[in-house]
């Protein structure tokens, strides 16, 4: 039988993870090969090898990547042309009026605009902020600009005119004749509907940057791997996408292999009831970290990339450079881990693959954390003389053992992510010590006692197939497609039946890419945000709401949310400043507890160190034999991960091969 494999694959900075399920007999494999940052379609097809599978027997396939994020922060981007309203297609380059540091003259203010101003038109044509056409485009202008794009010769063009987001005629009409010279083309309204010029044209760039890669690596996977409508992305909202709809919108994909983690994390909390939980995904790039209160992830309206803004629904995930392969540094100012990584190529020292720069990955191996007698990913052994040599320096720096060494470069980084936890809940009004702690990817579980003592968090959750999560995310999420479109409508006064016309539009835009791939409307789900705020406030709030609209409910709604995330609430006028819409076909993939196709060489007991405790002989457990609860200190392993339990702590399984991790009580 043939095409009856559905599979998840997030593309990651060192490691290319996938989890394959067959719904007839609910079998699961999971794998992890090198990434391949040149070639991201072949590690695909190299990681559907590496769980024993052919091409001819996937059904679906779904992945999240770094890919887009990668190009956006690194700068790897193709020539862009923009075309913005006379006057302001110096918007780039103004950008906002802040520094990189307030008080470091020698820092760069703020980074160079993403398009050279030789590059930028302007065009005579306006529109007011509500729409209504102030200087018509004329057909001269056009041609005078189509004139210009030929001469500059660009692959990708991106139109971002004034108030667009409020009539997009101009901008229309302008997609429609460009789409014949230039084989690119990203449309403000399309990318960003909303108000707020610089983020709007920033983000619009974005995307008109990231077509040509994009379009490039998803027409090669598509022909590498042809199953039509099987072939999906996940996007950066936390659900999948059709490729047809990531080609026109690549931005989506940013941060989606992230959010892929996030998105698994969420239905976990969901099955164990749990209120409030920090996701910990520490893979060997970056870490990331979410929270999730009541089964719902926290959703921003953007982040920074490479100090520049990207505006569009997503899930807050914050990330750090603290993963397994970030460089260890001694500086004036003591240790010092990331952002800069090792990668995948040469990687760690200690993966033997020619790394010679110290790594959290190096600490961990010295440790004894990391098995030597097994491979990581079936492919990549542990040698732990390259990992004493290149934290050696280091040692001698500090004037430490080894294993004090090693031990410090932990500490460091716990502390560092540390902070990233505290920036996904202080700053939200929560407090990070009642989570519960869901720590996956390579790095986490090894990580996360040592986190949770720091930060005062008394449970850790280690899923099954925590290595390779994301994956999982990708092929268990829902279907969708998420927009966002700003209205500014004074909630006092309110024309119901003009605001209920737009938002039943923006629902039939959102319904439209499911639609076109095959899905029945009566299975799609719609909903509906609406972002608030009091009239002379800046940041708006988000609530749900449903249709018809309800003033009186979504202003109680709003005052409720306000109370809470400030502390008071008054009776001033409010504002919809936008409206969130989220058309989903909720997933029916279940996945049971994982097998793997190479088990790990497993020993009795090894020489590890820990806080306080070192060259202490530990037990190693195999954590598909695991029925009991086992106290610390242990190193519990499968083929593709390792949870460390140290000494105070204690491990617990439940029936779906998920680890319960707990403080012993003294």
């Not at 899930?315 to 003591?334: C, D, E, P």
């Not at 410090?408 to 540390?418: D, L, P, Q």
């Not at 016309?501 to 639609?515: C, H, K, S, T, Y």
């Not at 969130?580 to 009795?604: D, I, L, M």
Request: net charge negative.
């Amino acid at each position: 039988m043939t095409n009856i494999w559905e599979i998840g694959t997030d593309i990651g900075g060192t490691f290319t993870d996938i989890i394959a399920i067959r719904r007839d007999t609910s079998e699961v494999r999971i794998a992890k090969v090198p990434s391949r940052p040149q070639a991201p379609v072949q590690a695909m097809l190299e990681a559907i090898e590496a769980v024993g599978l052919q091409k001819s027997e996937v059904k679906r396939f779904i992945h999240g990547t770094t890919r887009i994020t990668n190009a956006i922060v690194e700068e790897r981007l193709p020539k862009v042309a923009l075309v913005a309203t006379r006057g302001f297609e110096d918007v780039l380059e103004i950008s906002r009026y802040r520094r990189r540091d307030l008080y470091r003259l020698d820092v760069v203010p703020k980074p160079k605009a993403i398009v050279p101003r030789e590059l930028c038109f302007a065009l005579d044509e306006r529109l007011d902020h509500e729409g209504n056409v102030l200087t018509p485009l004329a057909d001269a202008e056009i041609e005078r600009l189509i004139a210009w794009l030929k001469a500059a010769n660009v692959q990708s063009v991106a139109v971002s005119l004034l108030h667009a987001y409020a009539n997009p005629v101009h901008e229309q009409m302008l997609g429609e004749r460009i789409r014949q010279f230039v084989p690119h083309v990203s449309l403000s309204h399309e990318i960003n509907p909303e108000a707020r010029e610089y983020e709007r044209t920033s983000s619009t760039v974005f995307n008109a940057a990231a077509m040509p890669i994009a379009v490039e690596y998803l027409s090669e996977l598509e022909e590498r791997l042809p199953i039509g409508s099987g072939l999906q992305v996940f996007h950066s909202a936390g659900a999948m996408i059709p490729i047809a709809a990531v080609k026109r919108r690549p931005l989506v994909m940013a941060m989606s292999g992230p959010a892929a983690g996030v998105a698994a994390s969420v239905s976990i909390a969901r099955q164990l009831e749990k209120s409030r939980v920090l996701t910990f995904d520490m893979g060997g790039t970056t870490t990331d970290v979410c929270l999730i209160v009541d089964g719902q992830a926290e959703m921003t309206d953007g982040k920074l990339l490479g100090d520049r803004p990207l505006r569009q629904p997503m899930l807050a995930v914050h990330s750090i450079g603290a993963g397994g392969g970030s460089i260890v540094k001694l500086g004036s100012g003591g240790l010092a881990v990331g952002p800069e990584s090792a990668g995948s190529e040469p990687g760690p020292a200690c993966y033997g693959r020619g790394g010679t720069r110290p790594t959290i990955t190096d600490a961990n191996a010295l440790l004894g954390y990391l098995n030597p007698e097994t491979k990581l990913g079936d492919r990549i052994g542990i040698d732990l003389a390259a990992a004493a040599h290149v934290i050696q320096p280091i040692a001698d720096g500090l004037g430490l053992g080894l294993r004090e060494t090693a031990l410090g470069i932990i500490r460091v980084a716990n502390a560092t992510m540390a902070r990233a936890l505290r920036r996904v809940t202080v700053e939200r009004g929560i407090d990070g010590r009642d989570c519960t702690l869901l720590a996956f990817g390579g790095g986490g579980p090894m990580h996360a006692a040592g986190l949770a003592d720091l930060y005062g968090i008394t449970e850790i959750v280690v899923p099954a197939a925590s290595s390779a999560f994301s994956a999982l995310g990708c092929l268990t999420a829902d279907f969708s497609f998420l927009q966002q479109q700003t209205l500014r409508v004074a909630l006092d006064g309110i024309d119901l039946a003009k605001v209920g016309e737009r938002i039943d539009g923006m629902v039939e835009q959102a319904l439209e890419p499911l639609l076109a791939n095959g899905i029945v409307r009566d299975t799609i789900q719609i909903d509906l945000v609406a972002l608030m705020r009091y009239a002379a406030q800046a940041d708006a709030i988000p609530v749900p709401f449903a249709r018809p609209l309800d003033p009186a409910y979504l202003r109680k709604a709003f005052l409720v949310k306000h109370r809470e995330l400030y502390g008071y609430a008054t009776e001033e006028s409010c504002v919809i400043e936008a409206v969130r819409v989220q058309a989903r076909q909720p997933s029916t993939t279940t996945v049971g507890r994982p097998g793997t196709v190479a088990k790990a060489t497993v020993p009795v007991a090894r020489t590890c160190s820990f806080d306080g405790a070192l060259d202490v002989m530990t037990d190693i457990i195999d954590r598909s034999t695991m029925t009991d609860a086992i106290k610390g200190p242990a190193i519990i392993e499968d083929a593709w991960s390792t949870v460390v339990v140290p000494p105070g702590w204690q491990a617990a399984p439940d029936a779906a091969g998920n680890l319960y991790l707990a403080k012993v009580a003294s």
